[in-house]
């Protein structure tokens, strides 16, 4: 037979196949666009705003709907009650970790927050414990991000009103709370190694947002070979994991077993407890993962949400006005300002949550996954099953939220001026899989941006109204605009 008739033949009855592979499994899933063979609804999807896609979907499936990203199916869940029923009420159920390629290839399955079972049980509940015990949540911490705040100011008045972009800074100093967590040091603005960590930092946040990034995370088996920034990533990632074997091998040398100094010691001495255990979850590329996962979540998600609160701040300058005279009547000049000062504060508050409403830093969540086969909403969800659940639908709810994308503190207070919690407030997700650094990042926020606003007047460089807050990256996570400010000493 003519070879070309056996390969048309055989590509035929693989096209087939999997038509018959994806028709079958959609009977049982719930509704969804028809995808196509091999790429799925890759198509049907802006990958430069992928939440948009998501609401346009939901308008016609409803709040539980399937797409499939190449062969593999995966479920959205959209709207808040969707959402909370998924991952409070099914929180066991859905608290797998989804597929996500480019970060599998570098942490293999370790760490906090892409790892499954029980290493992730067992790594998270460690974490969380070691956390708390070197202050996260008490006043001890606040006191180091309280001096962290007082450098960071020190650091800006530096700039002396000139414009700058505040990107590095503002990282700095959430990584060096971090540093102190971990490392128990924090270092100079200015340390060469320092600035090259948080290089790497912002690089790979800014790429893992590229559309290139979501189509690896479709058919990385076949992009492997081929050149683009998903090299760049593993890279810099290869960099940061170097970086921290460096420190973890310093810790080895001075050891005290009985006076640990830092998050790192103390996995070193349970690793040392469970040296004879061949199944202990407590390795050295267990250390190294969860100590870059801590680096990663608790560096760039709040750097990004300062220097995007900053922007919004200079675009709405009546809210930083009264933002300022809340400092002055509560606070005035002579001390700095602590987590005591919040429910005093009701505005301010506010701000805070506005600002993490508003730019909805994570819009669609890190993937959750099913842990076993389950009915949801009527449907049938197989164990394995990636589960994506659509923040923006609850942040951004114009029922809880009147007019969700325009940026008001007023979402958080009530008719009597003061702050008005709610429900749908969830930019660390909710359930089983919620950010470890919860109390961590808010703490940070709210110190960090209430000694700011302290200490300085927020100068742009062009006319309020012509700054533009539309992220620049709309797809893993939202990063604004560069822009450059003057922080103008008061």
Same mark, same amino acid.
């Given at each position: *037979?003519?070879?070309? /008739?056996?390969?048309?033949?055989? &590509?035929?009855?693989? &096209?087939?196949?999997?038509? @018959? ?25 802006? /990958? ?35 959402? !909370? ?17 480019? /970060? ?15 290493? @992730? ?7 969380? *414990? ?5 202050? *996260? ?50 270092? +100079? ?22 559309? @290139? ?33 460096? !420190? ?16 790192? =010691? ?17 390795? *050295? ?5 969860? /100590? ?20 919004? #701040? ?7 006005? !009264? ?73 951004? +709810? =114009? ?47 709210? #110190? %960090? ?6 200490? %300085? ?34």
């Amino acid at each position: *037979m003519d070879p070309v /008739v056996v390969l048309v033949l055989g &590509l035929s009855c693989l &096209l087939l196949f999997l038509l @018959w592979r994806q028709s079958s499994g959609r009977r049982k899933l719930p509704p969804g666009p028809t995808p196509l063979p091999i790429i799925g609804n890759i198509l049907q999807i802006d /990958v430069r705003d992928i939440s948009k896609s998501f609401t346009n979907f939901s308008k016609v499936y409803g709040p539980v709907f399937t797409l499939y990203f190449g062969m593999k199916p995966t479920v959205v869940v959209h709207g808040y009650e969707a959402v !909370k029923e998924a991952l409070d009420d099914l929180g066991e159920e859905f608290s797998g970790r989804g597929s996500f390629p480019i /970060v599998e290839k570098t942490n293999r399955g370790h760490g906090i927050i892409f790892s499954n079972g029980t290493k @992730w049980k067992e790594i998270r509940r460690f974490s969380l *414990m070691t956390l708390r015990n070197f202050g *996260m949540g008490k006043r001890s911490i606040e006191d180091r991000i309280q001096e962290e705040a007082r450098c960071l100011v020190e650091e800006l008045r530096k700039t002396n009103g000139s414009p700058c972009d505040p990107t590095f800074i503002l990282g700095c100093a959430p990584c060096n709370v971090i540093c102190s967590i971990v490392f128990q040091k924090r270092f +100079d603005y200015k340390d060469t190694n320092f600035l090259v960590l948080m290089e790497k930092f912002n690089e790979n946040f800014k790429i893992l947002n590229s559309p @290139w990034m979501q189509v690896y995370n479709v058919f990385p088996a076949f992009i492997d070979y081929l050149p683009g920034s998903h090299k760049k990533v593993l890279k810099n990632f290869a960099y940061v994991k170097s970086y921290v074997l460096e !420190k973890v091998k310093e810790h080895q040398e001075s050891l005290d077993i009985h006076n640990p100094r830092d998050f790192i =010691d103390c996995f070193l001495i349970r690793m040392e407890q469970e040296k004879d255990n061949k199944h202990s979850e407590f390795t *050295m590329e267990s250390l190294m993962a969860t /100590v870059t996962d801590l680096f990663v979540a608790g560096t760039e998600t709040t750097s990004t949400t300062l220097r995007y609160g900053l922007l919004l #701040l200079l675009k709405y300058p009546e809210v930083t006005a !009264k933002v300022q005279e809340e400092i002055d009547r509560v606070i005035g000049q002579n001390r700095s300002p602590c987590m005591q000062d919040r429910s005093h504060m009701p505005y301010t508050d506010a701000m805070v949550h506005e600002i993490q409403r508003y730019i909805n830093l994570i819009p669609n969540n890190v993937p959750h996954a099913a842990t076993c086969n389950l009915r949801f909403r009527n449907y049938f969800i197989p164990k394995g099953t990636d589960l994506i659940t659509s923040l923006t639908s609850v942040l951004h +709810d =114009d029922q809880e939220f009147p007019n969700p994308e325009v940026f008001d503190p007023g979402h958080f207070l009530d008719e009597n001026g003061n702050f008005k919690k709610s429900d749908y407030f969830m930019p660390f997700s909710t359930g089983k899989r919620m950010c470890v650094g919860e109390g961590l990042a808010r703490m940070e926020l709210f #110190l %960090f941006l209430t000694t700011i606003l302290q200490n %300085f007047n927020l100068k742009s460089l062009v006319d309020p109204k012509d700054i533009e807050t539309i992220p620049i990256a709309n797809t893993f996570g939202h990063v604004p605009p560069l822009y450059k400010l003057c922080f103008i000493s008061i």
